[in-house]
């Protein structure tokens, strides 16, 4: 008959058998928990719609690819929006440092040259009819004509893009910021400009957006931002008027883009952010970052050689 030890050590091998196979069997379960694409809190990937956000088939591959982490964060995004911009006027002083533009009026405080400018994307009646760079359509929202103007541009994006990221999320934030942009430039265009740069028709575009979100949602939020917004378009207008070299059919052009853009994107209390939303966001990524390399590596072969 086995001793008391030797039934004790039995049954302390059979327990921890049992728990070495509980813990074996729970290991693939926990192989198979993902971030939701959408949402970014953790689910099961064979779950047929995220508990949280009710996107259809969170595990699906596809999209997974098309849910990058940088865009799932709204903060990150508007960061590297403010960081490329911040590079291309760097890159626009480093192209030609001899013809900066150093004066006591703030306007024109560390102004790169309009060769500069032209060399790194410029865009308007010169550059695109004379020159053929319609490129430059996307460019010339990057780059700034003194220290002023892209201060001023990054802290009216950095407010607006938080409340249009809120609202509308990060895909959409993006793509009316990026497509806002575009068709402001296009308006300045054919309205005969024949050099202009700026974000602003961007940021035109995100308050355009703003704009048709508080008028369509309504109630004390929805009215509080529309007067708000309101206020500062006639302000930009009234100041565009009053001093020279404002680009006020940028301005319109993006305003009316933004509007445009967020009522047939829809925003989050009407429509969730679909795959369409987020492949268009990363459409306009992909091309923006192309054209901008584009922008640089050719300004800089030109300036040299």
Known sequence: MPSKRLLHREESYILKDGYDERRLAMQPQRRQSILCPNCNKLISSGEARC?????????????????????????????????????MYLLSLALKPGAIQITMSPFGMLSPSSETLILLGATGTFPVFHLGRWWTLVSAGYLHGSLLHIVFNMLAFRFLASIVQEDYGSYRMFAIFALGGLLGYVVSLFAGVRLTIGASASVCSLMGAVLY???????????????????????????????????NWAHGGGIAAG??????????????????HKTLGLGCMLISATVLIWAVVSGFLIALF
């Open 51 to 87: 508990p949280h956000c009710g996107i259809s088939r969170p595990g699906s591959r596809l999209k997974r690819v098309f849910s990058p982490r940088f865009l799932r964060s709204g903060d990150q995004m508007i960061a590297w929006i403010i960081y490329a911009n911040a590079a």
């Open 213 to 247: 979100y508080g008028k369509s949602r309504g109630g004390a939020h929805g009215q509080a931002l529309y007067k708000q917004v309101s206020g500062w378009a006639v302000g930009m207008f009234l100041f565009g008027i009053l001093v020279p070299g404002i680009n």
């Open 259 to 276: 509007i445009g853009l967020g009522a047939l994107l829809g925003y989050g209390e009407k429509v969730r952010e679909s795959l369409f």
